[in-house]
């Protein structure tokens, strides 16, 4: 009696210490503290290393890798009765196309335990954890038929480990139940199964304890009972009700809690080990940032993880949601049970991974909220809600399609991802992460998936016979971050400071120009004054009528308001479009729109007194019809070579127009899209060489400008940098994308030689198309060599394999697949924030044309429209231009001009640097970032002193002729009066000598 009371005491004396010292639901502020986290900076990449004394390990399971399913007196496992006698087995399968869909030889790990062991030495890795097979050691389940062979294996496995250095973590409890236990008790579904797990522990910590640190005792009890004894989607593939499905949870605690005492009792005193228990989890995210939202996310974690964790972690009993909801299906701990449960856990062993959700239908509660994949605030919320644990994360990885072989990127990246992840929470959220573990070493039989996905970070043929181990881009990568101990700082990712040359062209660019007049501009009497200097807005002048007079540049409010704006911003060019179909609706110079004329020259000679140089190109592909006067669209647009002659003649009104004005002309914005047919191609080519002569001839010696043409140059990374096949498709698509216009014009003046010998390879049925739009030599020499300088618009960069992970999103034609980082920085329209992509496309220029002049007439990206505080597109800005100087003062880029893409959200919404609402527009902070880089001409360095570029008179023939009408005439008129006075002073002056002579005689 005395020593039951005391048991009370020290039970409410320890519980009372639990309240004080734990909020059950303190991880509930985990959501709001993210989401109130500093955005973009906290997004992006962490480049830092891990604690001294990290663990990295890689896992298995026994029923996944083994094989030998009955060899060496092997007992049945529920998994090998669930395979054999359920949808998931065909005994008519064809073995030579596919293997049985069981684990009767797996990848064959009982027979191939050096493919393993060698694995593991490539990895480097310092931990290995793997599942003992129940029924291989006690083949009906019960300690009395003791399998010496099993015994063996694991022996064998645990000595060569130590051998190698590498730590043997030990999960007793993988799924694979002896299936004479499951017919004999019903498995889990009875507590008498308890004593039995305990026995059978008791053994392995005996025969293995001495070198074996770390123990699992089950993993994924979660999975366990709902899937093995509720849904059936798992063996033993029980479809029970939910009390069965409480019941095993229940007795799955229970188990786990006795050989946690067991172990801290009889062996940890001697073998200094620590026991803990794997539970998976999901993360879900709140649709809305409101307190029912995180409540709802709150008990979708708990009835998953807390059902397992609480008990266990913090106070030997479910969490209060389950009780309060489940309160007639949920078992009850008595007293005696919750001081048995609680605090029997030496770390947080955490599985993470779609083996838990992410491809099962209805497999969590998820209370109408939104899963995610984010390990970072699933470790903080963990941290959080359980008084800070060691965590041991013990299984975490994504997956690869059947057809993957060695050098599939996208398990690559997401293991990627969830490093990174790990790393933030250790850095930046305090989280006491201990270890991380990549699932799994090698592909395996996945469950209730099969051999429909790998997992492996080696690749196994499974119809070959020596089950060769094979490493795979994730398994190198892998092996890379164990080696570095995380992700060191790189001295490239370092921003610098520094200038760009004198006379550097900063710009911004619209894609669309509002240049047409308002009609009531030119009927209205009455007289507007612009205020530039407060509410930019035209105000009316009371009182004052003016008579009608014909409209002149001066009339023209948003050409005024616009340049107003772009002289705010400091720019120094101003990048737009000219509208072929509107200048020339039929396509025939002899019509012309003298009205849309007479409002683009306005446009630029504003520009010109603002002292802007503006930068046209003459057609982009935009629009209905391509940006092409509907007739020549119509008539086979580009495809048709009369296109070409017509683009001459249109682009010589534009000379003679608009010359004076602009000394930066594209005679091309961006025609290189992916859609584009080889006889369009050639027939551009022509027309940008024909243009670019009829310039250099008739044109440059008056105007003094420049042309070339612009091509759309996003960078195109392997997306695994040490993998041949990677290297290769990244660098045929660089030549289809950008190649097929730069190297006739740039280069050697025919299409790389990577397109021809890639179509001839793959006997491309677009290959008659390719030589339809093949040039003969004069056409190779008329094409060569027609720019000033290599002008390219850079938005983002995107990563390419060759290998087909997905058909709906596969090129077959240049057979690739395009996938995203996922551990980049990336807008609300999901474009990728790469800056080091824009350096190594300058650099690739460079490298295959030599040292010539490079503007960048676009780059940008989107952000919300709605926020003037766009920290997405600052970030992006000076990051970009960062990259930009380092391609001139590192790399020896001839850089001459950056221009930003966009100037305002009228034209194109999402990616101004003004926003634009109600015929208003109201700067950015994006726009401040770039003025300031503007001003200094790059990044200066504060601690030297400021280098200013002296101002030079930009001249512009013609410029002030035309700009300055009525000061001319006020000055012709009085040169003029001072011609005559000076011809009527010498008239009389000669006049009066003459008389003066007469008087005298």
């Not at 974690?301 to 479910?318: E, Q, R």
């Not at 270890?435 to 690749?459: K, V």
């Not at 105000?539 to 409209?551: D, F, L, N, S, Y």
């Not at 003004?914 to 700067?923: D, F, G, K, L």
Request: proline residues 4%.
């Amino acid at each position: 009696m005395l020593a039951a009371t005391w048991s009370l005491f020290l039970f409410a004396f320890c519980s009372t210490i639990c309240i004080l010292t734990a909020d059950p639901d303190a991880g509930k502020g985990v959501w709001k503290r993210f989401a109130e986290l500093p955005r973009p900076e906290d997004d992006l990449f962490l480049y830092d290393t891990f604690p001294d004394g990290f663990m990295w390990s890689v896992g298995t399971a026994a029923y996944q890798i083994e094989g030998a399913w009955d060899g060496d007196s092997k007992g049945q496992s529920i998994w090998d009765n669930f395979t054999h006698g359920s949808s998931l087995w065909n005994s008519s399968t064809n073995t030579t196309t596919s293997p049985p869909v069981t684990g009767d030889v797996a990848s064959d790990s009982y027979n191939n335990l050096e493919g393993d062991l060698l694995a593991l030495q490539i990895l480097g890795v310092t931990h290995y954890r793997f599942s003992i097979s129940w029924p291989r050691i006690f083949p009906n389940g019960s300690v009395t038929s003791l399998n010496e062979a099993g015994v063996g294996y694991y022996s064998k496995l645990i000595q060569k480990l130590k051998q190698a250095g590498v730590e043997p973590v030990v999960t007793l409890y993988h799924w694979d139940l002896p299936q004479t236990l499951q017919d004999a008790f019903g498995g889990w579904t009875s507590e008498s199964i308890v004593e039995i797990f305990k026995d059978y522990a008791e053994f392995c910590f005996r025969v293995f304890g001495e070198s074996v640190k770390f123990w699992i005792t089950i993993d994924n009890p979660y999975a366990i009972a709902r899937h093995g004894y509720y849904t059936g989607k798992l063996a033993p593939g029980v479809r029970g009700d939910q009390g069965t499905l409480y019941r095993v949870g229940h007795n799955l605690i229970k188990a786990h809690a006795a050989v946690w005492h067991l172990y801290n009792e009889t062996f940890r005193q001697h073998q200094g080990g620590q026991v803990s228990i794997a539970l998976g989890t999901h993360w879900i995210k709140p649709k809305h940032m409101t307190d029912q939202d995180i409540r709802a996310c709150q008990y979708s974690l708990n009835f998953v993880l807390g059902w397992f964790a609480k008990p266990i972690f913090v106070d030997g009993d479910y969490p209060a949601c389950m009780r309060d909801n489940l309160s007639y299906l949920l078992p009850v701990f008595n007293e005696s049970d919750k001081m048995s449960v609680r605090d029997t856990a030496d770390f947080f062993a955490l599985s993470f991974g779609p083996v838990l959700s992410f491809q099962k239908p209805d497999i969590i509660p998820k209370f109408k909220q939104s899963e995610s994949i984010n390990l970072r605030q699933a470790l903080s919320w963990i941290s959080a809600e359980y008084n800070s644990p060691k965590i041991y994360i013990v299984e975490n990885g994504w997956y690869a399609s059947s057809n993957t072989k060695t050098e599939g990127a996208k398990d690559m990246h997401y293991l990627k991802q969830f490093i990174t992840e790990t790393l933030k929470a250790i850095k930046k959220d305090n989280v006491n992460v201990i270890g991380y573990t990549a699932w799994s070493l090698i592909d395996g039989f996945e469950w209730d998936r099969g051999y429909n996905i790998r997992r492996g970070l080696f690749y196994v043929d499974f119809l070959s016979q020596d089950k060769k181990r094979v490493a795979k881009s994730s398994a190198y990568f892998y092996k890379d971050v164990i080696q570095k101990n995380g992700f060191p700082p790189l001295p490239e990712n370092e921003p610098i400071t520094g200038t760009f040359q004198c006379k550097f062209a900063w710009g911004t660019t619209a894609n669309d120009l509002q240049v047409k007049a308002i009609p009531s501009q030119f009927t209205d009497p009455n007289i507007y004054i612009w205020d530039i200097h407060h509410t930019q807005k035209l105000i009316k002048v009371e009182g004052m009528i003016a008579p009608r007079h014909i409209r002149n540049c001066a009339d023209y409010g948003s050409i005024l308001q616009q340049v107003s704006l772009l002289r705010e911003m400091h720019v120094t060019h101003f990048y737009f479009p000219l509208t072929w179909s509107f200048m020339v609706p039929t396509g025939n110079i002899s019509q012309l729109n003298t009205t849309m004329i007479h409002d683009y020259s306005c446009f630029v000679s504003e520009l010109a007194r603002a002292n802007i140089t503006p930068a046209v190109s003459l057609w982009q592909p935009t629009g209905q019809n391509m940006g092409l006067p509907s007739v020549l669209h119509h008539h086979g647009g580009w495809n048709n070579e009369s296109t070409v002659k017509a683009f001459v003649d249109y682009a010589r009104v534009c000379f003679k127009v608009f010359g004076n004005y602009v000394k930066l002309w594209i005679t091309m914005n961006e025609p290189n899209v992916e859609t584009l047919r080889y006889v369009a191609g050639r027939n551009l080519l022509k027309a940008h060489a024909s243009v670019w002569h009829m310039y250099n001839q008739e044109f440059r010696k008056t105007q003094n400008g420049q042309i070339s043409i612009a091509l759309l140059a996003n960078w195109i990374e392997p997306a695994y940098h040490m993998s041949r096949s990677h290297i290769e498709t990244a660098n045929r698509v660089l030549e289809f994308n950008i190649g097929w216009f730069a190297e006739p014009i740039f280069g050697s003046g025919n299409y790389p030689s990577t397109m021809w010998d890639w179509l001839h390879q793959t006997n491309n049925k677009h290959l008659l198309n390719f030589y339809s739009g093949y040039f003969p030599e004069k056409d190779k020499e008329f094409i060569r060599g027609s720019f000033d300088f290599f002008a390219l618009s850079h938005y983002s960069t995107v990563l390419v394999s060759q290998e087909m992970e997905n058909d709906k999103v596969y090129d077959s034609y240049l057979q690739k697949h395009q996938m995203n980082d996922i551990t980049w920085l990336t807008s609300p329209n999901k474009s990728a924030v790469v800056p080091w992509g824009l350096r190594k496309m300058l650099k690739w220029v460079k490298s295959r044309y030599g040292d010539i002049p490079i503007y960048i007439m676009a780059t940008g990206i989107d952000d919300d429209q709605k926020q003037l505080d766009d920290k997405i597109r600052s970030y992006y800005i000076q990051s970009y231009v960062n990259e930009a100087l380092k391609a001139y003062k590192l790399d020896r880029v001839d850089v001459r001009g950056y221009f930003v893409y966009s100037f305002s959200d009228k034209a194109d919404p999402s990616y101004g640097l003004y926003s634009y609402a109600a015929n208003e527009y109201v700067p950015k902070r994006s726009l401040q970032y770039y003025k300031k880089i503007i001003d200094s001409n790059g990044f200066l360095d504060p601690d030297t002193a400021i280098r200013e570029c002296p101002e030079e008179y930009v001249s512009c023939p013609g410029c002030f002729f035309q700009t300055r009408k009525s000061l001319l005439a006020f000055i012709a008129f009085i040169c003029f009066a001072f011609v005559v006075t000076v011809i009527l002073v010498i008239y009389y002056s000669r006049k009066g000598k003459k008389n003066y002579s007469v008087y005298r005689l």
